[in-house]
């Protein structure tokens, strides 16, 4: 079954704030997690992603999986206004012939405040 | 930097009617997908293609929706007889080759079935 939950918020910070996001998901075959960011009237783009278990750093930005409780976080450090945006978790499965589909999360709404 | 592009930005139908959403994927990739976005409700997976033919479909995929790569530039979502539920925004996204296969999304059609 492919599931992923996630908390919609909305989350509203203050500037500088240390912002958490996170999701559970159902399947525990699953390998490759994904974080989207959503601005309005914007499809979705890839923020970063991770493989199987543990941490992935990119600046600002910190993916982590916990494979045995099945779930996945998504932490932002000094959270400035341009962060405010839709954040997405997401599974990726592959489909065959090297194209896989998403599996998305309901998004959660985040408002960083200056 | 290349992007993927949507035509319309909205469509406005009345139920029963045909419609037809476009999209020009960035230019060297392979692989193309839509997925769909009810409002309040997840992105989901709709269909991925590759080669000239579908590689997956979701059980929303079913007979009234077909898509199609009619020249090198363009990939189309056809529904056939829209229905009220079809209301939603519809995103195109399209990824390269099995070693980088980041999806990129387009901006999205907003399709209004009255």
């Known amino acids: 079954q492919k599931e992923v939950e996630q908390d919609p918020g909305p989350l509203s910070v203050p500037e500088g704030a240390i912002v958490s996001l996170n999701c559970t998901y159902s399947n525990s075959a699953f390998q490759y997690f994904m974080w989207y960011r959503q601005y309005s009237r914007k499809g979705p783009e890839l923020l970063m992603y991770?493989?199987?278990?543990g941490n992935k750093e990119d600046g600002r930005f910190t993916a982590q999986v916990d494979k045995s409780s099945k779930y996945i976080s998504l932490f932002i450090r000094d959270s400035q206004p341009s962060d405010s945006a839709t954040y997405l978790c997401a599974i990726k499965t592959y489909s065959g012939a090297g194209s896989y589909q998403l599996t998305f999360g309901k998004g959660t709404k985040l408002s960083v405040i200056p | 930097e290349p992007e993927v592009t949507q035509t319309p930005s909205h469509q406005v139908t009345q139920m029963g009617q045909e419609v037809i959403l476009r999209c020009v994927p960035i230019s060297n990739h392979l692989y193309f997908y839509w997925y769909r976005q009810i409002l309040g409700q997840k992105v989901e997976f709709l269909v991925s293609?590759?080669?000239?033919?579908?590689?997956?479909k979701s059980e929303i995929f079913d007979d009234q929706f077909s898509v199609e790569r009619p020249d090198g530039s363009n990939f189309t979502l056809k529904i056939r007889s829209t229905k009220l539920e079809d209301s939603a925004m519809y995103f195109c996204?399209?990824?390269?080759?099995?070693?980088?296969?980041?999806?990129?999304f387009g901006p999205g059609t907003r399709l209004t079935v009255l």
């Open positions: 996204a399209s990824s390269g080759t099995e070693t980088n296969n980041e999806q990129f």
């Open positions: 991770t493989y199987s278990s």
């Open positions: 293609f590759y080669n000239n033919e579908i590689s997956e």
